[in-house]
């Protein structure tokens, strides 16, 4: 997988059509492209795990990872789970970012990404027909034993942290970080602490605790996020969100968000800023949030 093959999604998904996956148009976004919801995994299992990435089209990671885990997937099932992906929620705006990068981006190419919506915090309402597609696709699951949402962190971010449903157990939540810490080379710190300020809650280095309202209905006239949706719909046994950064500057450790953003502005103007940082490679940010999806699968499957 490499940065460009953003520009050929469409192609890689359809792709994966003839090795087994089920692929389904589930709708078509504003400007009228296709949206696609993939099945995939063994197919007879009682467990379903859903992902979608892409909410936020200037989080590029997000796509490359679902579209890799499918590839993955249909060549080595998980035995036990299937799996229900979204891999580009906002394809129109994915699209212009795409065609902004070249053949070889440089990490300053993808930090000056800059096409996006918010698709995440808008994922109840009316406001976005993609997410109104995606939820009646989701909503035809019977359960769901799992959710993820792929997103990215400050792209030059003090570390790596995940955010994790509120309620989920404790001893799950141990053996994903047990996993995700094994997966996650020395360079990049699990940090013990949310730089955004959402949360206070550290589970586990690297595992914040994020709450999900507790209601018993959404107000279709208020906007809520797709963690939301999905907890109150099927009550999933994890609910997981990624927040990976493009690289890694410790010095961002105790400072501000304020002064990350800052930072992250000026190396996408200038090319520079004035700390240390370490560039986290495509391979290495695809294999740690597989192991994260993965290490959930296995728990649930076994739990």
Known sequence: MEWTDLKQLDN?????????????????????????????????????IVIIAGCHADEIIGPLAAVSMIQDLVRQPLLGVKFKIV???????????????????????????????????????????????????????????AYFSLHSAGLISPGLF?????????????????????????????????????TQTVLSPGFLEVAIPNVEELDPEKPSNSLAFIAHHFQ????????IPLAVCPALSNVSLSEIDQCN?????????????????LDTQLFIIKTFIESVAQYIVTA
């Open 236 to 243: 999933p046994q994890f609910i997981g969100v990624s927040e």
């Open 162 to 198: 995940f955010y994790v449903g509120s309620g989920t157990e404790t001893r799950c939540v141990g053996h994903v970080a047990d996993c995700v810490a094994a997966a996650t080379p020395d360079y990049i710190p699990l940090l013990t602490h949310d730089p955004t300020g959402e």
């Open 87 to 145: 891999p580009v929620v906002d394809p129109d705006f994915l699209h212009r970012n795409a065609e902004a990068l070249p053949v070889t981006p440089t990490l300053h190419d993808l930090l000056s990404v800059n096409q996006n919506r918010d698709l995440e915090g808008h994922f109840t309402d009316k406001t976005y027909p993609e997410c109104v597609a995606i939820r009646q696709w989701i909503q035809r699951s019977a359960q769901i034993d």
């Open 265 to 281: 502005r000026r190396f996408s103007r200038t090319g520079h800023i004035d700390h240390a940082f370490q560039e986290i490679s």
């Open 12 to 48: 890689l998904i359809l792709g994966t059509k003839a090795l087994g996956t089920q692929i389904e148009e589930i709708g078509v976004s504003g400007e009228g492209r296709s949206l696609y919801g993939v099945t995939v995994g063994d197919k007879p299992a009682t467990r379903t």
